[in-house]
């Protein structure tokens, strides 16, 4: 079964910092646009950001635009997510999936995410002092 690893995630204070990685050991990322989500205990997954295969434009969440940055190392076929001045609003569990049916993150963008597979377990970043 294809899945997502997801890996990174802790304990940070407010103001800090941490970078989230997510892989498919063996399997190929090429031509899927990859999102990272966020669930928090009762809410609603959350699409974070996004980063298209080739594509120089990604999607971030209005929440977290000018703190995180998504990127992604098709060779290694691993998405990253640099996670700036963290806030407790950030604490959630993150996962990642890829839309398998695009390689532009319009989807996510719309906040739909049918079409998005390959989902992980998912790694839980909590801030808090």
């Known amino acids: 079964q294809v899945q997502f690893v997801e890996s990174g995630g802790g304990l940070v204070q407010p103001g800090g910092s941490l970078t989230l990685s997510c892989a498919v050991p063996?399997?190929?990322?090429?031509?899927?646009?990859i999102g990272w989500f966020r669930q928090a205990p009762g809410k609603e997954r959350e699409g974070v950001s996004c980063?298209?295969?080739?594509?120089?434009?990604?999607y971030y969440a209005d929440s977290v635009t000018g703190r995180f940055t998504i990127s992604r190392d098709d060779a290694k076929n691993t998405v990253y997510l640099q996670m700036n001045d963290l806030k407790p609003e950030d604490t959630a569990l993150y996962y990642c999936?890829?839309?398998?049916?695009?390689?532009?993150?319009?989807?996510?963008?719309?906040?739909?995410?049918?079409?998005?597979?390959?989902w992980g377990k998912g790694t839980l970043v909590t801030v808090s002092s």
């Open positions: 063996g399997f190929s990322l090429d031509y899927y646009a």
């Open positions: 980063v298209g295969y080739r594509d120089s434009t990604p």
């Open positions: 999936a890829a839309d398998i049916m695009a390689s532009r993150c319009t989807e996510v963008a719309a906040k739909r995410y049918s079409t998005m597979n390959y």
